[in-house]
């Protein structure tokens, strides 16, 4: 993997159960980059290239089958593309990529809800997806409180949101591990907070960590 050090540009990705409101994070991040005179480059995973789209189609198809190794390879294989064709270029040129979700969601759906080995995705993580995020947001929110959310939208479930509480309780469980494992890379936000005092959370300690970087 590259080392953060040497690289001229940065990777911050948004990570949360399901209704945490990624969204509405990404967009307070995006104008705040921007605000800095940054290139921001957003995308999302999976997917954020045309072959990562196609596999993100596959992934979420509510009629689709698929065991959890197929699902954690076709997450690699996305990212995979990913990477190669949009962050690397991105950061090589000085870009701040914003992506929603990347590496840490493996870990937490397929390593924590599918119970594959952490082992193994961290040797895909070496492998396929060659860098890490310089900071991750990890919304945390209750999972009863995310999913109704979620829900409230009327939208189809896809495939993964059809899961049952007990696999987004570990889930959760899972990102908070890690996140208490790697506080420097990690920023731990409430996200049953209001949108607003989310965002503006979110957009603070971004701040701080770029005043820091600088
Ligand atoms: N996945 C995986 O398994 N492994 C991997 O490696 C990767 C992904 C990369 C697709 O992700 C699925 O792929 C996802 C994980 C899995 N699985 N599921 N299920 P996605 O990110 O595209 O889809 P998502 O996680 O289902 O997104 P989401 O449910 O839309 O979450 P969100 O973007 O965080 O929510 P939102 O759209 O911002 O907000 C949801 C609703 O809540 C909306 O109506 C908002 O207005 C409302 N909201 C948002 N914030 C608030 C607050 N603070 N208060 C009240 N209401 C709020």
Known sequence: ???????????????????????????????????????????????????????????????GKLAAETELLLMFAARAQLVREVVQPAIARGAAVLTDRFTDASFAYQGGGRGISMGIIAELERWAALIKPDLTFLLDVGVEVGLSRARSRGAELDRIESEQLDFFERVRATYRTRAEAEPTRFRVVDAAQSPALVSGEVVRLLSDWLDARA
């Open 1 to 63: 993997m590259m080392p953060a050090s040497v690289r001229p540009g940065f990777l911050v990705s948004i990570e949360g159960g399901e209704g945490a409101g990624k969204s509405t994070v990404r967009e307070a991040l995006q104008h705040s980059l921007a605000a800095r005179g940054l290139e921001v480059v957003l995308t999302r995973e999976p997917g954020g290239t045309v072959a990562g789209e196609a596999i993100r189609q596959l992934l979420l198809d509510p009629s």
